[in-house]
């Protein structure tokens, strides 16, 4: 079965900083894996996602993400951190046959100013 | 135009009590999921239903009973509420493909005391 594995339940960077969330897969097929966000009593909204085309994928709000099946790795980043992007992040990776999304544990984003 | 919407999005009742949550989608999809996410924001999939028909059923009790009356609609009724059953409960849909990510509703927040 597909799974994802979130490294940091919490990361902490200062406005204007580097942004980087990381997330592992585990898949015996090639992946489909997404990148969702959800702000405090709101639903989860999608950032980005990897279907096979490219492997660097850019999404809204200025992340992208880059697959790397070497490393097995499909991390997100943004260049530059705003007070607006603390959130929770999700990765989630298509199960094969059954078509759920299989979401990892997650991670709190805090940006101070 | 809301593509995902579930009602009520608060819901505080007593144990033992039973409730019911609606969801809506208007995206055309032919796929939709409940999910639970606990007090440590960690989502899991309780059922999929793909045209109406179940397709998903992940060792959840019994007394949740989800009903497809249409494609565009899944609702989840909860017999006899335990404390337990406190968590926030999302309703996503998606195409039928690998490659499409889920939309989901804004959830419902359900408090059993």
Same mark, same amino acid.
């Given at each position: 079965?597909?799974? +994802? *594995?979130?490294?940091?339940?919490? &990361?902490? +960077?200062?406005? =204007?900083?580097?942004?980087?969330?990381?997330?592992? #897969? /585990?898949?015996?097929?090639?992946?489909?894996?997404?990148? #969702?966000?959800?702000?405090?009593?709101?639903?989860?909204?999608? !950032?980005?996602?990897?279907? /096979?085309?490219?492997?660097?994928?850019? =999404?809204?709000?200025?992340?992208?993400?880059?697959?790397?099946?070497?490393?097995?790795?499909?991390?997100?980043?943004?260049?530059?951190?705003?007070? /607006?992007?603390?959130?929770?992040?999700?990765?989630? &990776?298509?199960? *094969?046959?059954?078509?759920?999304?299989?979401? =990892? *544990?997650?991670?709190?984003? !805090? +940006?101070?100013? | 135009?809301t593509a995902v919407s579930q009602t009520p999005k608060y819901l505080?009742? %007593?144990?033992g009590n039973d409730k019911s949550i609606k969801c809506e989608q208007?995206?055309?999809?032919?796929?939709?999921?409940?999910?639970? %996410?606990?007090?440590?924001?960690?989502? $899991?999939?309780?059922?999929?239903?793909?045209?109406?028909?179940?397709?998903?059923?992940?060792?959840?009790?019994?007394?949740?009973?989800?009903?497809?009356?249409? $494609?565009?609609?899944?609702?989840?009724?909860?017999?006899?509420?335990?404390?337990?059953?406190?968590?926030?409960?999302?309703?996503?849909?998606?195409?039928?493909?690998?490659?499409?990510?889920?939309?989901?509703?804004?959830?419902?927040?359900?408090?059993?005391?």
């Amino acid at each position: 079965a597909q799974s +994802v *594995t979130q490294l940091g339940s919490h &990361v902490s +960077v200062s406005e =204007g900083a580097l942004v980087l969330l990381r997330c592992n #897969y /585990s898949s015996s097929v090639p992946p489909y894996l997404f990148w #969702y966000v959800q702000y405090p009593n709101q639903g989860l909204q999608l !950032l980005l996602k990897y279907t /096979s085309a490219a492997t660097l994928v850019k =999404g809204i709000n200025g992340f992208e993400a880059e697959f790397k099946k070497s490393e097995t790795s499909f991390h997100l980043t943004k260049p530059s951190a705003h007070m /607006s992007d603390a959130a929770e992040y999700f990765c989630a &990776v298509r199960d *094969t046959g059954f078509q759920k999304l299989v979401f =990892g *544990t997650g991670t709190r984003l !805090l +940006v101070s100013p | 135009d809301t593509a995902v919407s579930q009602t009520p999005k608060y819901l505080v009742t %007593q144990m033992g009590n039973d409730k019911s949550i609606k969801c809506e989608q208007n995206l055309g999809h032919d796929t939709m999921y409940w999910y639970k %996410q606990d007090s440590k924001k960690f989502l $899991k999939i309780m059922f999929s239903y793909n045209n109406k028909e179940l397709i998903i059923n992940e060792t959840v009790p019994n007394r949740f009973s989800p009903k497809s009356p249409d $494609k565009a609609h899944l609702n989840l009724h909860i017999n006899s509420l335990e404390l337990g059953d406190s968590a926030v409960y999302f309703c996503a849909s998606s195409q039928a493909d690998r490659n499409t990510e889920a939309f989901f509703g804004q959830g419902t927040r359900l408090t059993v005391v």
